[in-house]
């Protein structure tokens, strides 16, 4: 089962390549959210009880409901375009996306480890090359945003790998989403939305030597 | 205690943030600083005992937590001329002290955690605290700069983070589940080689973007060039020496097993980039605040390489660690006084300044001997050691294009400086020069007193302190 939907994570992946519009790409977070919860549900019962319910809630409230409606929110309030507008067509995206899920599948072949599941660390890893990439080939930074908690993620699936052994990590996981919350809430509170979330990376390229 | 501190400091600068009074916030300024050293004594005098588990008062984590302490003073009593004497608004006040109290908590609780995953979040509550410092001035500059540095260092502790999870699947072979430093040294020679490379290598380059080496470096400098000079000399001084200790609590666990001498490899190439890459911009760059950024990735490179030389390069990295904090927050705080005098950080605006503020610029002269490393300085003494270690190491191939990038970089920040000193601009500029505070240059001088002082001169308990730090690298 957590087979199942670690694959349909990464199809997620590939439909972030060649979506178009930024509501797409928050509803894919939603959707990501909502299979994290799915793999915790399955795969972290051993934990303590309370600590379950703690992530349960944590990836159900904040990952599938609490940062797309604030995304949403904010693309809303600040206009922004709702085209992605990235910088390479999105079949040339679809080929590189493809690229790095083959090559961790022949790097997580070739690394033998008996501790982790190797689907567990396929996922993890193309999560967190393509969230990169997505950061990279994109201009709005907005989509920054999106594909940096893309990463956080593919993080949060691999800290479930070792979970059972050691739920220190998933509340580690939980905590990085803490910080993404808030420092959404800060570009939020402080306006900076205004200014930052609408104009492009290309506009943010004063400070240098 | 760690505890009642940390709730101390966090109600203090709520407070802070929640006041708006001038007189109420004089007081609560004073408040903290007298938590922050009582905090500093109690940890001195309560050596090598851990404390709720997750803190342990160590050598490195002393000698850091005193120089944070040291330098926090100067930095929020300049804050305070820098606050109050532009008339800014009560509630960015409040922010911005509010945020610097929080920093100088998070730094505090960083150094001293003995746990990895502590550590970890302390690092990043730190970036938050940081850019709220950063963003301050809200102009479309200091925007872009907390937009980069958010981003980056939180890209940077992800990685961190990953590196985290690999090194318990390295764990995996000893059935351990405890991430306390002490017990990761005592199980590293059974760790699993092939997590560990890849878990050296995350966590390494997760925290360059703290201590500012290459590939991470480039947030830093934009930070410290937008966020006020206060501030910035906190961000050269204290929060790279956080980013060092995250690497060096981590090397201390590789120095003990079979990578050792690979992650050595690893951090040598980091380095020496770092410094040739501080090099070439030292000579484009014409921002003065930019200049001493880089000048720090430039001594970050070498202490990191006197850590990866070994021998006595241990001890004179975290020598050089201390001296340059207090060297550069110095220099950073007079460039404040010269940023109030012509407005302007561009080194072609300012000249004449030692005609203007013969203090100040006597101050920066002598800074610029610290910081160059030119011989009474402090700073010459743990070069030489980390040559020397270069030597020993068998790394000459390595020291010989040092010196020469390091010659270069003489030249580049001399000649930036002295122009500022020494030159007249070619149209006189209509100069700010109402007299500086007294308290501040005088504050500014001992903190660079300091730094010949314990370089010609340590004292026995603080060399003490040194070889206490690194003996856990050789045991």
């Given at each position: 089962?957590?087979k199942?939907?670690?694959?349909?994570?990464i199809?997620?992946?590939?439909?972030?390549?060649?979506?178009?519009?930024?509501?797409?790409?928050v509803?894919?977070?939603?959707?990501?959210?909502?299979l994290?919860?799915?793999?915790?549900?399955?795969?972290?019962?051993?934990?303590?009880i309370?600590?379950?319910?703690l992530?349960?809630?944590?990836?159900?409230?904040?990952?599938?409901?609490?940062?797309?409606?604030?995304?949403?929110?904010?693309?809303?309030?600040?206009?922004i375009?709702?085209?992605?507008?990235?910088?390479?067509?999105?079949?040339?995206?679809?080929?590189?996306?493809?690229?790095?899920?083959?090559?961790?599948?022949?790097?997580?072949?070739?690394?033998?480890?008996?501790?982790?599941?190797?689907i567990?660390?396929?996922?993890?890893?193309?999560?967190?090359?393509?969230?990169?990439?997505?950061?990279?080939?994109?201009?709005?930074?907005?989509?920054?945003?999106?594909?940096?908690?893309?990463?956080?993620?593919?993080?949060f699936?691999l800290?479930?790998?070792?979970?059972?052994e050691m739920?220190?990590?998933?509340n580690?996981?939980?905590?990085?989403?803490?910080?993404?919350?808030?420092?959404?809430?800060?570009?939020?509170?402080n306006k900076?939305?205004d200014?930052?979330?609408?104009?492009?990376?290309?506009?943010?390229?004063?400070?240098?030597d | 205690?760690?505890l009642?501190?940390i709730?101390?400091?966090?109600?203090i600068?709520?407070?802070?943030?929640?006041?708006?009074?001038?007189?109420?916030?004089?007081?609560?300024?004073?408040?903290?600083?007298?938590?922050?050293?009582?905090?500093?004594?109690?940890?001195?005098l309560?050596?090598?005992?851990s404390?709720?588990?997750?803190?342990?008062?160590d050598?490195?984590s002393?000698?850091?937590?005193?120089?944070?302490?040291?330098?926090?003073?100067p930095?929020l009593?300049?804050s305070?001329?820098?606050?109050?004497?532009?008339?800014?608004?009560?509630?960015?006040?409040?922010l911005?002290y509010?945020?610097?109290?929080?920093?100088?908590?998070?730094?505090?609780?960083?150094?001293?955690?003995?746990?990895?995953?502590?550590?970890?979040?302390?690092?990043e509550?730190?970036?938050?605290?940081a850019?709220a410092?950063?963003?301050?001035?809200?102009?479309?500059?200091?925007?872009?700069?907390?937009w980069?540095y958010?981003f980056?260092?939180?890209?940077?502790?992800?990685?961190?983070?990953?590196?985290i999870?690999?090194?318990?699947?390295?764990?995996?072979?000893?059935?351990?589940?405890?991430?306390?430093?002490?017990?990761?040294?005592?199980?590293?020679?059974?760790?699993?080689?092939?997590?560990?490379k890849?878990?050296?290598?995350f966590?390494?380059?997760?925290?360059?973007?703290?201590?500012g080496l290459v590939?991470?470096?480039?947030a830093?400098i934009?930070?410290?060039?937008?966020?006020p000079?206060?501030?910035?000399?906190?961000?050269?001084?204290?929060?790279?020496?956080?980013?060092?200790?995250?690497i060096?609590r981590?090397?201390?666990?590789?120095?003990?097993?079979?990578?050792?001498?690979?992650?050595?490899?690893?951090?040598?190439t980091?380095a020496f980039?770092?410094?040739?890459?501080?090099?070439?911009?030292m000579f484009?760059?014409?921002?003065?605040?930019?200049?001493?950024?880089?000048?720090?990735?430039e001594h970050?490179?070498?202490?990191?390489?006197?850590?990866?030389?070994?021998?006595?390069?241990?001890?004179?990295?975290?020598?050089?660690?201390?001296?340059?904090?207090?060297a550069?927050?110095?220099?950073?705080?007079q460039?404040?006084?010269?940023?109030?005098t012509?407005?302007?950080?561009?080194i072609n605006?300012?000249?004449?300044?030692?005609?203007?503020?013969?203090?100040?610029?006597?101050?920066?002269?002598?800074?610029?001997?610290?910081?160059?490393?030119?011989?009474?300085?402090?700073?010459?003494v743990?070069?030489?050691?980390?040559?020397?270690?270069?030597?020993?190491?068998?790394?000459?191939?390595?020291?010989?294009?040092?010196?020469?990038?390091l010659?270069?970089?003489?030249w580049?920040?001399?000649?930036g400086?002295?122009?500022?000193?020494?030159?007249p601009?070619?149209?006189?500029?209509?100069?700010?020069?109402?007299?500086?505070?007294?308290?501040e240059m005088?504050?500014?001088?001992?903190?660079?007193?300091?730094?010949?002082?314990?370089?010609?001169?340590?004292?026995?308990g603080?060399?003490?302190?040194?070889?206490?730090?690194?003996?856990?690298?050789?045991?």
């Open positions: 089962m957590t199942i939907i670690l694959i349909l994570f199809i997620t992946l590939l439909y972030f390549a060649i979506a178009n519009r930024l509501m797409t790409y509803k894919i977070l939603a959707l990501q959210g909502i994290l919860f799915g793999i915790a549900f399955i795969e972290l019962i051993e934990i303590n309370v600590n379950l319910v992530i349960l809630l944590e990836t159900v409230v904040v990952k599938a409901i609490a940062i797309p409606v604030f995304l949403r929110y904010i693309i809303r309030k600040n206009e375009t709702r085209e992605a507008e990235p910088f390479l067509p999105n079949s040339v995206s679809l080929i590189i996306v493809t690229v790095i899920i083959v090559a961790t599948f022949i790097i997580s072949n070739a690394v033998n480890s008996f501790h982790i599941p190797k567990y660390f396929v996922s993890a890893l193309s999560a967190l090359f393509c969230g990169l990439y997505f950061i990279i080939s994109r201009r709005k930074i907005i989509t920054h945003v999106i594909c940096y908690v893309i990463i956080e993620n593919g993080v699936i800290s479930f790998a070792m979970g059972n739920p220190l990590l998933v580690l996981g939980v905590l990085l989403d803490v910080f993404v919350s808030v420092f959404l809430l800060g570009i939020f509170i900076v939305g200014v930052a979330s609408d104009i492009d990376v290309s506009q943010l390229s004063s400070l240098k | 205690m760690i009642l501190y709730a101390g400091a966090l109600s600068s709520v407070l802070m943030f929640l006041n708006r009074n001038r007189n109420t916030g004089r007081i609560l300024i004073a408040v903290f600083i007298l938590l922050q050293w009582l905090f500093t004594v109690y940890t001195l309560n050596r090598n005992v404390q709720f588990s997750f803190f342990f008062s050598a490195l002393i000698i850091t937590l005193l120089v944070l302490s040291i330098i926090s003073v930095a009593l300049h305070y001329d820098y606050i109050y004497g532009e008339h800014d608004n009560p509630r960015t006040r409040g911005y509010g945020a610097m109290m929080v920093l100088i908590m998070a730094l505090t609780a960083a150094y001293l955690s003995s746990h990895i995953a502590v550590t970890w979040i302390f690092v509550i730190t970036t938050l605290s850019s410092l950063i963003f301050h001035r809200r102009k479309a500059g200091s925007i872009e700069a907390t980069k958010i980056v260092c939180s890209v940077s502790l992800t990685l961190v983070f990953i590196g999870i690999f090194l318990s699947i390295a764990l995996g072979n000893v059935n351990e589940t405890n991430l306390q430093y002490t017990r990761l040294i005592e199980v590293a020679p059974k760790l699993d080689v092939f997590w560990l890849l878990s050296f290598l966590i390494f380059t997760g925290y360059t973007a703290k201590i590939p991470m470096f480039t830093g934009d930070a410290k060039d937008k966020a000079t206060p501030c910035a000399a906190l961000f050269s001084s204290v929060l790279l020496n956080v980013g060092f200790v995250g060096f981590f090397y201390t666990i590789v120095a003990h097993t079979s990578v050792h001498s690979w992650a050595n490899l690893i951090i040598i980091a980039l770092s410094i040739f890459v501080a090099t070439v911009y484009r760059l014409k921002n003065i605040k930019r200049m001493l950024a880089y000048s720090s990735i970050m490179g070498i202490l990191m390489i006197g850590l990866a030389a070994g021998g006595i390069g241990y001890y004179a990295a975290i020598l050089h660690l201390v001296l340059h904090s207090f550069k927050s110095s220099m950073f705080l460039i404040g006084h010269m940023y109030k012509y407005n302007s950080k561009e605006d300012i000249g004449n300044y030692y005609h203007y503020n013969t203090a100040g610029g006597v101050l920066l002269i002598f800074s610029f001997i610290a910081i160059t490393a030119v011989p009474p300085s402090g700073l010459f743990s070069e030489l050691y980390i040559f020397k270690s270069l030597l020993t190491g068998g790394y000459l191939y390595i020291l010989i294009p040092l010196l020469i990038l010659t270069m970089i003489i580049a920040m001399g000649s400086i002295f122009k500022m000193l020494f030159v601009v070619g149209e006189e500029k209509t100069a700010n020069t109402e007299p500086v505070n007294n308290l005088m504050l500014q001088y001992l903190l660079l007193a300091v730094v010949f002082y314990l370089g010609l001169n340590p004292p026995a603080f060399v003490a302190l040194i070889n206490e730090a690194v003996s856990v690298l050789t045991i």
